[in-house]
């Protein structure tokens, strides 16, 4: 069963740009979840998409968006890039509800902004 | 608003002791814990975890111990190999498993 996979691995954006991230989640889990690890800090909680529809959002602004498609992958835009969005964006994926077994995550992308 | 803190950004122990990862939390809503491992370049992957209902949990070497009334869980590694030598993350959610918060990390090395 293949798991979690992000694209791309790396990507360097110039400050003011924007960056597209995707995400395929386990076959069958139908909710999606965003995460950003700054260096330095933890996993910050970024959006949760279910069922094509965003369920929460963490404290980010409005720039940080998103998408979930028919398939259940995911989209991660981060729209007027600033030097402090470089990070590490992982994605990950669970069955809607579940109370057990946390998260299988993607090994993620790498976002550098110049 | 940082719900999960884990205080310690590194551990270092010697092969074979114990090693032990606090996590302490803010948020009383919270009643699910997990402990992720993470080696680089690779994500999160999810190690145990430990309902609310109990105060401890275990499988094989690692153990979690929650304490509700201090709002403090952590992760017991016993014996501990060079293999386990990674970052470890505390996470904890309310209700089902969404909008999980996670903590900043605690780095453990194992040495030989």
């Known amino acids: 069963e293949a798991g979690v996979t992000q694209s791309p691995t790396h990507l360097i954006k110039t400050r003011g740009q924007q960056a597209t991230l995707r995400c395929s989640p386990i076959s069958g889990h139908t909710s999606v979840y965003w995460y950003q690890q700054a260096l330095g800090l933890g996993l910050q909680f970024l959006l949760w998409y279910d069922e094509g529809e965003e369920r929460n959002r963490g404290n980010f602004p409005p720039r940080f968006s998103g998408r979930q498609f028919p398939n259940y992958s995911s989209e991660l835009n981060v729209n007027a890039l600033e030097l402090e969005d470089s990070a590490l964006y992982l994605c990950a994926s669970s069955l809607f509800g579940t109370a057990s077994g946390g998260y299988t995550f993607g090994s993620g992308t790498r976002l550098t902004v110049v | 608003d940082q719900q999960v803190k884990q205080n310690s950004p590194s551990l270092s122990v010697q092969e074979g002791r114990i090693s032990i990862l606090n996590c302490d939390y803010t948020?009383?809503?919270?009643?699910?814990f997990l402990w992720y491992k993470k080696y680089p370049a690779e994500g999160p992957t999810f190690l145990i975890s430990?309902?609310?209902?109990?105060d401890k949990n275990e499988d094989g070497r690692f153990t979690v111990f929650l304490n509700k009334s201090a709002k403090h869980l952590s992760l017991h590694i016993v014996p501990s190999q060079p293999g386990d030598s990674a970052v470890y993350f505390c996470?904890?959610?309310?209700?089902?498993?969404?909008?999980?918060?996670f903590g900043a990390g605690t780095r453990l090395t194992v040495k030989p």
């Open positions: 996470a904890a959610s309310a209700g089902n498993n969404n909008d999980m918060r």
């Open positions: 948020n009383s809503m919270f009643d699910y």
């Open positions: 430990i309902s609310s209902i109990k």
